[in-house]
Nanobody, 126 residues
């Protein structure tokens, strides 16, 4: 079974930066899409951003555009989420997700993804 492992969460102040990492235990395939979601208590998992393995196309939620950047390591299945200018409303558990099937557009709903990490907590204090 594939394992996704996130790291890099923590407690920061508003305006600070954090970088999350996610690594998968399987090798890259050309149809792969990886994404970051986040979730707060009582709310559904929310799309943050995604990236396709071939071409490196990205898509971001409006709430994080211009502040967050997704990148990948082509030598292995690893993605990063660089989060700048963090706000208290960015506080959430952040999850890495993987989808194996080919996409035309990067899916923004959680049920389109095949594998999930365990999540990493990001807390932004005001």
């Amino acid at each position: 079974q594939v394992q996704l492992v996130e790291s890099g969460g923590g407690l920061v102040q508003a305006g600070d930066s954090l970088r999350l990492s996610c690594t998968a235990s399987e090798g890259p395939v050309s149809t792969l899409t990886m994404a970051w979601f986040r979730q707060t208590p009582g709310k559904e998992r929310e799309f943050v951003g995604g990236i396709t393995w071939v071409g490196g196309r990205t898509n971001y939620a409006d709430a994080v555009k211009g502040r967050f950047t997704i990148s990948r390591d082509n030598t292995k299945v690893m993605v990063y989420l660089q989060m700048n200018s963090l706000k208290p409303e960015d506080t959430a558990v952040y999850y890495c997700a993987l989808r194996r099937r080919l996409v035309v557009t990067i899916p923004i709903t959680a049920n389109e993804y095949d594998e999930w990490g365990q999540g990493t907590q990001v807390t932004v204090s005001s």
